[in-house]
T-cell receptor, first 114, second 109 residues
Framework: IAGITQAPTSQILAAGRRMTLRCTQD?????MYWYRQDLGLGLRLIHY???????GKGEVPDGYSVSRANTDDFPLTLASAVPSQTSVYFC?????????????FGPGTRLTVL | GQNIDQPTEMTATEGAIVQINCTYQ??????LFWYQQHAGEAPTFLSY??LDGLEEKGRFSSFLSRSKGYSYLLLKELQMKDSASYLC??????????WGAGTKLIIKP
């Protein structure tokens, strides 16, 4: 593994189903993030974690939950998917939450909820 | 509310220079980032500004004026591979990134 990986690459999901998007980084970064990207809109932060064991809500957290049991993994769960959650989901990480530290992005998961 | 404004789309010619503007209104300011995103791919980091002035990195430069809430990304000697979306993002008082919708840059031969 080099950088950040996400799984699955794409998924079609029936409304009401539960889904977990996986994210793993091998850079030993403290901070991790989940964004969604929709056409015509900027990346919107769903949830974040500044360090293992802590999480926080972003701009659009409703319908999503996260956990950060260790440094490397940051899964995003949709408890009961709805069509408005159709989007491209990006996981990102940074060494810390501040300063010039850039965020590194995973390849994304394209999710369609029908 | 917080707002990042960028032009939706720009067109430029291979070999030319293009300037992509970004204006922002955010609750606090802790740095401004520019990212490049090719279609169907993840964003990748280009530049970071926290103080006023110009930061140069090869063919790409980024400028910041905090008093005006304004930044631009300058791309020189444009190449076809520069066709992509360019995303402006501001780190706010909560140290979270607020993102613009991106500027799609089309390069013509």
């Amino acid at each position: 593994i080099a950088g950040i990986t996400q799984a699955p690459t794409s998924q079609i999901l029936a409304a009401g189903r539960r889904m977990t998007l996986r994210c793993t980084q091998d850079m030993r970064h403290n901070a991790m993030y989940w964004y969604r990207q929709d056409l015509g809109l900027g990346l919107r932060l769903i949830h974040y974690s500044n360090t293992a064991g802590t999480t926080g809500k972003g701009e659009v957290p409703d319908g999503y939950s996260v956990s950060r049991a260790n440094t490397d993994d940051f899964p995003l769960t949709l408890a009961s998917a709805v069509p408005s959650q159709t989007s491209v989901y990006f996981c990102a990480s940074s060494a810390s939450g501040g300063g010039p530290d850039e965020q590194f992005f995973g390849p994304g998961t394209r999710l369609t909820v029908l | 509310g917080q707002n990042i404004d960028q032009p939706t789309e720009m067109t430029a010619t291979e070999g030319a220079i293009v300037q992509i503007n970004c204006t922002y209104q955010t609750s606090g300011f802790n740095g401004l980032f520019w990212y490049q995103q090719h279609a169907g791919e993840a964003p990748t980091f280009l530049s970071y500004n926290v103080l006023d002035g110009l930061e140069e990195k090869g063919r790409f430069s980024s400028f910041l004026s905090r008093s005006k809430g304004y930044s631009y990304l300058l791309l020189k000697e444009l190449q076809m591979k520069d066709s992509a979306s360019y995303l402006c993002a501001v780190r706010d008082s909560n140290y979270q990134l607020i993102w613009g919708a991106g500027t799609k840059l089309i390069i013509k031969p």
